[in-house]
């Protein structure tokens, strides 16, 4: 099992930038493909990007495509996600999500953080 502790949230206005951290507890962090979602008001959660083991295969959801970064660090036990050219319609609640020996592509989460507030001010 993995904890999951997400940090770097904040207030930012239009056209900025924000970098998300996500702290996963264990020393098997390597073999969990990492992800990302998010749940605005009144909405349903929705899948953001993910990445596989190694770093080397991501997955996004369209309308992040080229604004969005997913990274990870193994020996930091961390990953990211680095946000630029934000939009109002990117304000939500972020979740960082594990999946062991997942796909990036496919990415549904069997661990879950406990979120942290992004708003994003036109």
């Known amino acids: 099992q993995v904890q999951l502790v997400e940090s770097g949230g904040g207030l930012v206005q239009a056209g900025g930038s924000l970098r998300l951290s996500c702290a996963a507890s264990?020393?098997?962090?390597?073999?969990?493909?990492m992800g990302w979602f998010r749940q605005a008001p009144g909405k349903e959660r929705e899948f953001v990007g993910a990445i596989n083991w190694s770093g080397g295969s991501t997955y996004y959801l369209d309308s992040v495509k080229g604004r969005f970064t997913i990274s990870r660090d193994n020996a930091k036990n961390t990953v990211y996600l680095q946000m630029n050219s934000l939009k109002p319609e990117d304000t939500a609640i972020y979740y960082c999500?594990?999946?062991?020996?997942?796909?990036?592509?496919?990415?549904?989460?069997?661990?879950w953080g406990q979120g942290t507030q992004v708003t994003v001010s036109s």
């Open positions: 264990g020393r098997t962090f390597s073999s969990y493909a």
């Open positions: 999500a594990a999946e062991r020996f997942g796909l990036a592509s496919g990415f549904r989460g069997d661990y």
